[in-house]
């Protein structure tokens, strides 16, 4: 059996742990900016004066970054379904600064989306077509005494360049990077676990300086010190070494009785990084030159063709979801928080992986996986040399546009993928590399001859057969070649894999051979096909559909190490027929809140015990809430509603990891023995309705009420206190009635970013981002806040109070 082999390689960071640029001294640039959306019909908003420091933008608007000014736009039908109907456009941001002290001095931006000119008084510093890569710009040489202006053009005129909603404008965080001439370089710091065992583990890390003196003539000698810290800040392991500027010096620490970074308990040392210039004076050598911090996790991979995949030599499912960009109203500008709770309502699903579709997310992503013990499938694109259908009037429905990120794929990719790794290496949650999605889908826009099938064991769709006017899909091949190798020159540590939508198509290629793990796109039937045919290929499912077959095919298999379910949570774009925000594919939906779908995930997933009662009329065909139903039809999509006409008969389920259960209506047992569904593993009961309270009692001691509801009368409020505002309908007995009453909420000493239903198709929740009146879905919205900037300033203990009201509700108030 050939094994794959591999060993982590953890993190690199930065000095002021969050900007993720591993130099410097970083502090956020994300307030007091100028906005205004520029129009292509309006060239006076166009004009290249933007840039300059004279400018007059004195009525722009202020606003504070994250900014995704997509989702403060309406919606509207004229627009692509493949972005949630929402706009695009040009717009330009300024920022005032007086100059910062630091003999260089550098701007950090995570994101721009997209086609970003960042310029400094007036001088260009750098362009990026990438809406997902992370970049830094030198503004030393262009900063004045006093004031001085930064101006980012931000051209998203391209609307339909994407098949899902990727937001527009300066949408993830700035950093401000003040640096000495002589310090570590950008994303310089890694390391690699080389060896572990219960007494001690051997690292390598990698240490590289920049040197950006204008004289080099007299070469400096830096004395660079490597810690090694544990959560209570002891040093474990130290590094006292010298090294030139303009270097790269790999050394050795031996850690003993190393503690492992796992699922369950994701242990994070910190290796920090010191470098001070070797000098004859004394006094110099006390001079700090650069410093940086960086999480840390100790842990092995191994990925087998017959066993799969192992994490810390233990074999095991990855359980894993795909997730895009964004949270419903709030578009792509997402707070950490948001994400954090969202991350830890998939972990109690029992997902253990996340795939970041189709494209490098934002760093605090990463960050909380490595915290929470996710893993995490990374990904560069979803689009190469040519592109894609994007569609205009809902999802495969009419005529699609063709533009896209291949307008600059053979200038940009290899920079783009090479950051991706770059900026990302270090993290202990990645185990894969993916160098590309769907790019081999059949007919888009590659084709190959075995598409007219000719009796084969073809199980793809053939788009039309074999179209020669299309693309050669052998040259995806040799992309995919040439793509893996700057990912291994970065990071040998890692797979590559590919999530691969036609492939027996790309059977036919390089492809397969290309990377170390294959990933198959809604593909199962040919798992047990292709590990016969390649036996030393490493299989899995890279996006999956939520049906108990798909799973059964990786839970049954022990060649198939796991699956990531498409999706994960809701999203924007990718949208139906209009009136549609986006998908609702997802275990969560927009606000984050657990779905029906994600109760069932949590019956096949997680290994605590679960139990879930859902209910719908039995016998026809009406449908239910979020997903239809009929009575012949034992349904992975039920409410938890009990509100029927009196003797209605009900069709009960229950999604239970317990191999029995029992009913019980107002204390009293119904239904019998449960009936058992094959093809779903669900059991179920046929009863008549009554009011009052429905109880499951599952044999593994979890228990699921739900109760019959009477009229809305009050609001019910509540918070986390960090981000979010959890806004919900009750009756008089405090039960969340589904109702839709519009909802206003004041929030005194915050901001305000927005309120979500999670109803797909209110398409007037967008242009409402910053208004505090909503409609509830379900009875429900979620509310999210940030601290204002005037209560930061303000002592310790300040009151944020947050009101709710509603006609005819009774209002709520909470203070903390």
């Not at 930065?14 to 205004?36: D, H, P, R, Y």
């Not at 290249?48 to 403060?72: A, C, I, Q, Y």
């Not at 253990?352 to 189709?358: L, V």
């Not at 990645?430 to 059949?442: A, K, L």
């Amino acid at each position: 059996m050939k094994h794959l082999l591999l060993s982590l390689l953890a993190l690199l960071s930065f000095c002021n742990a969050e900007a993720q640029v591993s130099f410097g001294k970083a502090e956020k640039l994300n307030n007091e900016w100028l906005f205004l959306r520029a129009d292509s019909s309006r060239n006076v908003y166009e004009s290249p004066e933007m840039k300059n420091t004279g400018f007059d933008d004195s009525r722009w608007r202020k606003v504070t970054l994250p900014h995704d000014w997509g989702v403060e736009l309406p919606m509207s039908p004229d627009k692509g379904s493949c972005q949630g109907y929402l706009p695009g456009g040009i717009g330009w941001y300024r920022k005032h600064f007086e100059r910062p002290e630091g003999q260089k001095v550098y701007v950090y931006f995570e994101g721009i989306y997209q086609h970003s000119e960042v310029y400094l008084n007036g001088q260009l510093l750098g362009k990026r077509p990438s809406g997902f890569a992370s970049f830094l710009y030198d503004m030393t040489p262009h900063l004045h005494d006093g004031q001085n202006v930064l101006a980012v053009r931000v051209d998203h005129s391209q609307e339909f360049d994407s098949r899902w909603y990727t937001g527009s404008g300066i949408y993830r965080n700035v950093w401000l990077v003040k640096a000495p001439e002589v310090h570590l370089a950008q994303w310089g710091t890694a390391y690699r676990l080389k060896s572990i065992d219960k007494r001690k583990a051997i690292v390598e890390v990698d240490v590289e300086t920049q040197d950006d003196r204008a004289d080099k003539s007299h070469p400096l000698v830096m004395n660079t010190t490597i810690n090694l810290r544990d959560t209570d800040g002891s040093i474990v392991a130290t590094q006292h070494f010298t090294m030139g500027t303009q270097q790269k010096r790999t050394v050795t620490l031996t850690v003993k009785n190393p503690q492992r970074w796992t699922l369950d308990k994701p242990y994070l040392y910190t290796l920090q990084t010191t470098v001070v210039p070797n000098m004859t004076s004394p006094s110099s050598l006390e001079q700090l030159t650069d410093q940086s911090e960086v999480k840390v996790g100790l842990r092995t991979l191994e990925f087998s063709p017959d066993k799969g995949f192992a994490l810390n030599g233990e074999w095991m499912k990855v359980k894993g979801v795909c997730v895009h960009d964004d949270a419903g109203v709030l578009g792509t500008a997402v707070p950490a928080d948001v994400w954090k709770r969202r991350l830890l309502e998939l972990k109690s699903i029992g997902v253990n992986a996340i795939r970041m579709s189709h494209n490098p997310h934002a760093p605090e992503l990463y960050d909380l996986c490595d915290q929470l013990g996710l893993l995490v499938m990374d990904e560069a694109s979803d689009e190469w040399e040519f592109p894609k259908r994007k569609w205009m009037k809902g999802w495969n429905q009419g005529r699609p546009a063709y533009q896209g990120t291949y307008t600059y794929f053979e200038e940009w990719i290899e920079r783009d993928v090479a950051d991706m790794v770059r900026r990302d290496r270090c993290h202990p949650s990645i185990f894969m590399w993916s160098i590309g999605n769907e790019v081999d889908y059949p007919n888009d826009p590659y084709s190959h001859p075995v598409l007219n099938g000719n009796g084969t064991d073809f199980t793809q769709p053939a788009y039309g057969g074999y179209k020669p006017d299309q693309p050669n899909a052998e040259r995806i091949g040799f992309i995919a070649r040439r793509l893996a190798k700057i990912v291994k020159d970065i990071d040998p540590s890692r797979p590559t894999t590919g999530a691969l939508a036609g492939v027996v198509m790309s059977n036919e290629t390089l492809y397969p051979s290309s990377i170390d793990v294959v990933g198959y796109n809604y593909t199962e039937s040919r798992y047990d096909t292709d590990h016969k045919k390649y036996p030393q290929r490493i299989i899995y499912g890279s996006e999956n559909r939520h049906d108990l077959p798909a799973w059964k095919a990786v839970r049954d298999n022990e060649h198939i190490f796991g699956q990531f379910l498409w999706t994960g949570i809701d999203y924007l774009g990718e949208s139906g027929t209009w009136p549609a925000r986006g998908s609702s594919a997802g275990l969560l939906d927009l606000a984050g809140q657990r779905k029906p779908n994600g109760w069932y995930r949590a019956a096949l997933w997680s290994e605590k015990p679960t139990c879930y009662i859902g209910t719908y009329p039995n016998g026809n065909q009406r449908r239910g809430r979020r997903g239809g139903n009929s009575g012949g039809w034992v349904s992975t999509y039920a409410s938890d509603s009990w509100d029927y006409q009196e003797g209605q008969s009900v069709r009960v389920v229950c999604y239970t990891n317990a191999p029995s259960a029992r009913l019980l209506l107002n204390g009293n047992a119904i239904g019998g023995e449960p009936k058992h569904d094959e093809a779903t593993d669900i059991l179920y009961w046929d009863i008549d309705y009554a009011p009052g309270t429905l109880r499951c009692e599952a044999s593994n001691g979890a228990v699921y009420d739900i109760k019959t509801t009477k009229t809305p009368c009050a609001l019910r409020l509540t918070t986390d206190s960090v981000a979010h505002i959890f806004v919900e309908i009750v009756d008089e007995d405090g039960m969340v009635v589904r109702a839709d009453n519009e909802v206003v909420v004041y929030v005194q000493g915050a901001r305000l970013l927005g309120l979500e239903n999670g109803n797909m198709s209110d398409t007037n929740i967008a242009g409402n981002q910053q208004r505090n009146r909503q409609r509830a879905y379900e009875g429900r919205l979620v509310g999210y806040f940030q601290p204002s900037d005037s209560n930061k300033s303000k002592e310790k203990g300040e009151t944020i109070t947050i009101r709710a009201m509603a006609q005819f509700l009774k209002s709520a108030e909470i203070s903390f």
